[in-house]
T-cell receptor, first 113, second 112 residues
Framework: NAGVTQTPKFQVLKTGQSMTLQCAQD?????MSWYRQDPGMGLRLIHY???????DQGEVPNGYNVSRSTTEDFPLRLLSAAPSQTSVYFC????????????FGQGTRLTVV | AQSVTQLGSHVSVSEGALVLLRCNYS??????LFWYVQYPNQGLQLLLK??????LVKGINGFEAEFKKSETSFHLTKPSAHMSDAAEYFC??????????FGAGTRLTVKP
């Protein structure tokens, strides 16, 4: 059972570089989201999507772009990495609104130097 | 802004003691409520969730949580802590637009 798969698991970037964090789910979930986790701040929502072709901003969207061309994939792009984007990134998916829980990937640990 | 607050960033208990992790939400409209657990270097795993009906919710690994609307709380408890319970615990709320918000987390340490 794959669930939510994130790649890579670890990444080191230099300031100003760009990269894409990949997220794929095989549960046919409509809802997908990206969070960043920083010490003492819990998980903060970056962007989310309620279906293919539809995305919206969360709490901390600046510096990140997303797109949702298929139900399965929801990549997160860093256009010009900054040290403040050093964090652990989690992708999550869920089947619907309200009571349905979110399923999380294993995370990507990103360091920007 | 609607939010969720977890009181205590670190909680330490002895093995066999009661575990109590506190969570309060700020909304006059009860949200959907969740508790997740995160073990080191892993993603988040659902412990339990509150839907409607019974206010006492039972989850995995012996954990349970009680929804108290009058106190806007959803505290997590376990009668007897085990060493394997050492982890970080997150309370989360979801409102109508599927926007799930998390508390800052509580790190639970269990002493032998």
């Amino acid at each position: 059972n794959a669930g939510v798969t994130q790649t890579p698991k670890f990444q080191v970037l230099k300031t100003g570089q760009s990269m894409t964090l990949q997220c794929a789910q095989d549960m046919n979930h409509e809802y997908m989201s990206w969070y960043r986790q920083d010490p003492g701040m819990g998980l903060r929502l970056i962007h989310y999507s309620v279906g293919a072709g539809i995305t919206d901003q969360g709490e901390v969207p600046n510096g990140y772009n997303v797109s949702r061309s298929t139900t399965e994939d929801f990549p997160l792009r860093l256009l010009s990495a900054a040290p403040s984007q050093t964090s652990v990134y989690f992708c999550a998916s869920s089947s619907g609104q309200g009571v349905t829980e979110a399923f999380f990937g294993q995370g990507t640990r990103l360091t920007v130097v | 802004a609607q939010s969720v607050t977890q009181l205590g960033s670190h909680v330490s208990v002895s093995e066999g003691a009661l575990v109590l992790l506190r969570c309060n939400y700020s909304s006059s409209v009860p949200p959907y409520l969740f508790w997740y657990v995160q073990y080191p270097n892993q993603g988040l795993q659902l412990l339990l969730k509150y839907t409607t009906g019974a206010t006492l919710v039972k989850g995995i690994n012996g954990f349970e949580a009680e929804f108290k609307k009058s106190e806007t709380s959803f505290h997590l408890t376990k009668p007897s802590a085990h060493m394997s319970d050492a982890a970080e615990y997150f309370c989360a709320v979801r409102y109508n637009n599927n926007d799930m918000r998390f508390g800052a987390g509580t790190r639970l340490t269990v002493k032998p």
